[in-house]
């Protein structure tokens, strides 16, 4: 069933000024519960305006989102409920911290949904280990940490509303190897045990193939494509044809295919292509 839903959604910058810009062109979607989602496309593909209709931070120009099946535009008093099932958690979203500690930075959105303290704080202690925070850090302040648990600070507070949808803006940007890893494994632990519906923004191929069910591919804003990650991959020439990047691993099967070896064109993971490698290698010792 899909949880959220646009129908011909279309939003214009500046509408009716000389700057008219379309940033989101009568985009057609339906994301299902528990998917996670990557989307890509280059800055200024609308990828970014489209999430902000998702919990209503933008609306529309034309066309609807649709949550659960409901307009989240029907009754504009409920909008607010609308963003605590729709968690967005912008890029660089350690410069939102600003709680004394910790705790509160990620108990802050947990008490404007009215939750008494005891809930507050049994969720505050499972965001913290689900995101790969000690208890020992929750009393400091968030200003003494190192970039990487900041950031996972900032998400924490988002991941602790228990929203139905959570999207993410990037959130690797900026950080190292090592940070990124960490962060991109709490997210993938976070849907394995909630099983919600995850939109990740990324710029890095590499990384959205990594955890993708599904890939949005935007491009000039309108959807280039919006499928399964193995059928959005097989597409990787046309993906490179309109001036978007593809996993070094795909690129490498591209050129082997040219040279007279075909594995196929859904190759994105060294994983997979190791396997494939091996065995080619036994079926030929085999011979």
Same mark, same amino acid.
């Given at each position: 069933?899909?949880?959220?839903?646009?129908?011909?959604?279309? &939003?214009? &910058?500046?509408?009716?000024?000389?700057?008219? =810009?379309?940033?989101? !062109?009568?985009? $057609?979607?339906?994301?299902?519960?528990?998917?996670?989602?990557?989307?890509?496309?280059?800055?200024?593909?609308?990828?970014?305006?489209?999430?902000?209709?998702?919990?209503?931070?933008?609306?529309?120009?034309?066309?609807?989102?649709?949550? !659960?099946?409901?307009?989240?535009?029907?009754?504009?008093? =409920?909008?607010?409920?609308?963003?605590?099932?729709?968690?967005?958690?912008?890029?660089?979203?350690?410069?939102?911290?600003?709680?004394?500690?910790?705790?509160?930075?990620?108990?802050?959105?947990?008490? $404007?949904?009215?939750?008494?303290?005891?809930?507050?704080?049994?969720?505050?202690?499972?965001?913290?280990?689900?995101?790969?925070?000690?208890?020992?850090?929750?009393?400091?302040?968030?200003?003494?940490?190192?970039?990487?648990?900041?950031?996972?600070?900032?998400?924490?507070?988002?991941?602790?509303?228990?929203?139905?949808?959570?999207?993410?803006?990037?959130?690797?940007?900026?950080?190292?190897?090592?940070?990124?890893?960490?962060?991109?494994?709490?997210?993938?632990?976070?849907?394995?045990?909630?099983?919600?519906?995850?939109?990740?923004?990324?710029?890095?191929?590499?990384?959205?193939?990594?955890?993708?069910?599904?890939?949005?591919?935007?491009?000039?804003?309108?959807?280039?494509? /919006?499928?399964?990650?193995?059928?959005?991959?097989?597409?990787?020439?046309?993906?490179?044809?309109?001036?978007?990047?593809?996993?070094?691993?795909?690129?490498?099967?591209?050129?082997?295919?040219?040279?007279?070896?075909?594995?196929?064109?859904?190759?994105?993971?060294?994983? &997979?292509?190791?396997?494939?490698?091996?065995? /080619?290698?036994?079926?030929?010792?085999?011979?």
């Amino acid at each position: 069933m899909a949880v959220l839903k646009t129908e011909e959604l279309t &939003y214009v &910058y500046s509408e009716g000024t000389p700057f008219e =810009k379309t940033a989101v !062109d009568h985009v $057609n979607l339906e994301i299902n519960e528990g998917e996670m989602v990557g989307v890509i496309g280059h800055t200024g593909s609308g990828k970014s305006t489209l999430i902000q209709h998702f919990n209503g931070l933008i609306k529309a120009t034309s066309g609807r989102v649709l949550l !659960d099946g409901v307009d989240i535009w029907a009754d504009k008093t =409920k909008i607010r409920d609308v963003r605590f099932q729709v968690g967005l958690v912008f890029q660089y979203p350690e410069y939102q911290i600003f709680e004394e500690t910790v705790y509160k930075d990620i108990a802050f959105g947990c008490k $404007n949904m009215g939750l008494d303290d005891a809930e507050i704080k049994r969720r505050v202690f499972e965001t913290a280990s689900d995101i790969g925070l000690s208890e020992e850090l929750l009393g400091r302040s968030p200003f003494e940490l190192s970039g990487g648990q900041k950031r996972r600070v900032a998400i924490a507070g988002v991941m602790a509303m228990k929203p139905k949808v959570l999207i993410l803006d990037e959130p690797a940007a900026g950080l190292d190897p090592s940070g990124r890893d960490k962060i991109f494994e709490c997210i993938k632990n976070y849907h394995r045990k909630y099983n919600n519906t995850i939109l990740i923004v990324s710029h890095s191929m590499e990384d959205t193939a990594s955890f993708a069910d599904k890939i949005l591919v935007m491009n000039q804003a309108k959807v280039f494509c /919006y499928d399964d990650t193995v059928n959005v991959f097989a597409r990787a020439e046309e993906i490179t044809e309109i001036g978007l990047d593809v996993p070094q691993i795909t690129k490498v099967f591209i050129e082997l295919k040219k040279r007279g070896l075909d594995f196929g064109k859904d190759v994105y993971t060294v994983d &997979y292509a190791k396997k494939l490698l091996l065995e /080619y290698l036994n079926e030929r010792q085999g011979r």
